[in-house]
């Protein structure tokens, strides 16, 4: 996209200093007035040609050949990078509603689950349910507030509120659901949800390890909070974009993540 937007400034700056100079050049040569001489310029380098004006001079003629060895190029490079603009933008709305469908699907099974338990885990609960109950009249301006507030929060959690065999037990059984989403090729669009992913993995291989969670020392345990505290900041990221996604282009999903907002307490799925 960046690469299609630069060959399209190019372009168009040429093609512009090619009919400024055909403009001026026909004006002189062909003394034709400014209007009729941008007119010949346009329709020459446009390959249009329409024969209602054409050079009489030696110089003009010379000037017209220029004007379309010059022109033409240019022109179909505006064209050729205006179209390839316009379909790599198709093609990064499909990836887009692709990623998002599978974002779905991880926060609906695995994410918001993960979310309930580490919220209830947080050290500073208020900062992140002040920030994150989303509500129906949110615009753009909100998201990004919300967004910038936690920009520099920490996610620690209180070991103490940890239940780390609950945790376990719960990544085991999202196993095969974790490969899948982790094979999906839609993935390789986001490195950042791949990072959420191997994060999650990571955690999960952890726990698995220890056969005994109930009495790991203090540092153990201080380890795997701190495993927890990164997931816990890649989900809240991944889950308000994902939340914004919804609320642009889909209401009545974004409804059903508003009724079950993992952050907010008096959220329940039954409307009132």
Same mark, same amino acid.
């Given at each position: 996209?960046?690469? *299609?937007?630069?060959?399209?400034?190019?372009?168009?700056?040429?093609?512009?200093?090619?009919? +400024?100079?055909?403009?001026?050049?026909?004006?002189?040569?062909?003394?034709?007035?400014?209007?009729?001489?941008? &007119?010949?310029?346009?329709?020459?380098?446009?390959?249009?040609?329409?024969?209602?004006?054409?050079?009489?001079?030696?110089?003009?003629?010379?000037?017209?050949?220029?004007? #379309?060895?010059?022109?033409?190029?240019?022109?179909?490079?505006?064209? *050729?990078?205006?179209?390839?603009?316009?379909?790599?933008?198709?093609? @990064?709305?499909?990836?887009? @509603? /692709?990623?998002?469908?599978?974002?779905? !699907?991880?926060?609906?099974? #695995?994410?918001?689950?993960?979310? +309930?338990?580490?919220?209830?885990?947080?050290?500073?609960?208020?900062?992140? /349910?002040?920030?994150?109950?989303?509500?129906?009249?949110?615009?753009?301006?909100?998201?990004?507030?919300?967004?910038?507030? $936690?920009?520099?929060?920490? &996610?620690? #959690?209180?070991?103490? /509120?940890?239940?780390?065999?609950?945790?376990?037990?719960?990544?085991?059984? @999202?196993?095969?659901?974790?490969?899948?989403?982790?094979?999906?090729?839609?993935? !390789?669009?986001?490195?950042?949800?791949?990072?959420?992913?191997?994060? #999650?993995?990571?955690?999960?291989?952890?726990?698995?390890?220890?056969?005994? $969670?109930?009495? !790991?020392?203090?540092?153990?345990? *201080?380890?795997?909070?701190?495993?927890?505290?990164?997931?816990?900041? !890649?989900?809240?990221?991944?889950?308000?974009? &994902?939340?914004?996604?919804?609320?642009?282009? &889909?209401?009545?999903?974004?409804?059903?993540?508003?009724?079950?907002?993992?952050?907010?307490?008096? *959220?329940?799925?039954?409307?009132?």
């Amino acid at each position: 996209m960046g690469q *299609a937007s630069f060959r399209l400034r190019v372009f168009l700056l040429l093609t512009v200093v090619v009919l +400024a100079v055909g403009t001026v050049g026909f004006s002189l040569t062909e003394a034709l007035s400014p209007g009729d001489a941008l &007119y010949f310029s346009l329709v020459t380098v446009a390959t249009v040609g329409y024969g209602d004006i054409h050079p009489a001079t030696a110089v003009g003629k010379v000037l017209a050949i220029v004007l #379309i060895v010059a022109g033409v190029g240019t022109f179909l490079g505006v064209i *050729a990078s205006a179209t390839e603009i316009m379909l790599n933008r198709r093609e @990064q709305t499909l990836r887009d @509603q /692709k990623l998002n469908m599978v974002s779905g !699907l991880f926060f609906s099974e #695995i994410g918001n689950r993960l979310l +309930a338990e580490f919220s209830r885990c947080d050290r500073n609960p208020d900062t992140t /349910k002040a920030a994150l109950v989303v509500s129906g009249t949110w615009s753009e301006k909100d998201f990004s507030a919300a967004s910038q507030r $936690l920009t520099d929060y920490d &996610y620690s #959690i209180d070991r103490e /509120k940890l239940d780390l065999e609950r945790l376990r037990n719960f990544l085991g059984r @999202q196993k095969d659901l974790l490969l899948r989403l982790l094979e999906n090729p839609v993935l !390789l669009e986001s490195e950042s949800f791949t990072e959420l992913l191997q994060a #999650i993995f990571h955690l999960k291989d952890e726990l698995m390890h220890r056969e005994d $969670l109930a009495h !790991l020392p203090s540092s153990d345990v *201080a380890h795997l909070a701190g495993d927890v505290r990164r997931v816990y900041g !890649l989900l809240v990221r991944h889950w308000l974009d &994902y939340m914004k996604y919804l609320k642009e282009n &889909y209401p009545y999903l974004f409804s059903l993540a508003m009724r079950t907002n993992p952050f907010d307490d008096t *959220a329940t799925p039954t409307v009132r």
